[in-house]
């Protein structure tokens, strides 16, 4: 299992350039999820899914969209791209079961952003 | 609303132990969690406390106490390699469409130093 992949590892954007970040996962998750993280702020959740074809709103929506057409892909499109949004994107997803690890989380990678 | 804290950075010793603790007011509680991020890496999960008490794995051990709003992660037997940052994560207490979303702290950063 490759488990959860995101791509591109970076960017560069300018302002008002459109992009999507790329989210796979191959362990049949149900819930999948997208965070930015910035110095000093933790990870925040901007968009999330509990399954294809359903998604919801996290902390920080705006400038961000997101679709779940398959259980494995989670696309988030930056529509017309700001410099506050230069972050540390992670995508991740969870199964949907109680365990013993509670149903935690698994990550991707990672994509850096920067818009100038 | 929720809201979670922890101190921003610690500081301690190869082999020492070290304390981070992870205070927090929430609407509800349904989990918390402990990642592990390194430098330039994705949080890899530690540990996860439901119930009050203290879970023990390994050289890490994770406790809560709900009625506080209180939990700690406890890191025995330092090594370099656990030179990182710690993030505290509490679940959404709603089940259903947010049956899995989190907030979580800011992050502790701990160097350990020879």
């Known amino acids: 299992n490759a488990g959860v992949t995101q791509t591109p590892k970076f960017q560069v954007l300018k302002t008002g350039q459109s992009m999507t970040l790329q989210c796979a996962q191959d362990?049949?998750?149900?819930?999948m999820s997208w965070y930015r993280q910035d110095p000093g702020m933790g990870l925040r959740l901007i968009h999330y899914?509990?399954?294809?074809?359903?998604?919801d709103q996290g902390e920080v929506p705006n400038g961000y969209n997101v679709s779940r057409s398959t259980t494995e892909d989670f696309p988030l499109r930056l529509l017309s791209a700001a410099p506050s949004q230069t972050s540390v994107y992670f995508c991740?997803?969870?199964?949907?079961?109680?365990?013993?690890?509670?149903?935690?989380?698994?990550f991707g990678p990672g994509t850096r952003l920067l818009v100038l | 609303g929720q809201n979670i804290d922890q101190p921003t950075e610690m500081t301690a010793t190869e082999g020492a132990i070290v304390q981070i603790n992870c205070t927090y007011q929430t609407s509800g509680f349904n989990g918390l969690f402990w990642y592990q991020q390194h430098a330039g890496e994705a949080p890899t999960f530690l540990s996860y406390?439901?119930?009050?008490g203290l879970e023990e794995k390994g050289r890490f051990s994770s406790f809560l106490s709900r009625s506080k709003g209180y939990s700690y992660l406890l890191l025995k037997e330092l090594q370099m390699k656990d030179s990182a940052s710690y993030l505290c994560a509490v679940r959404d207490p709603k089940d259903g469409a947010a049956g899995n979303k989190l907030t979580f702290g800011g992050g502790t950063r701990v160097l350990v130093k020879p």
């Open positions: 991740a997803s969870s199964s949907g079961i109680r365990d013993s690890q509670g149903e935690t989380q698994y």
């Open positions: 899914s509990v399954g294809a074809g359903i998604t």
């Open positions: 362990m049949n998750h149900e819930y």
């Open positions: 406390n439901v119930l009050d």
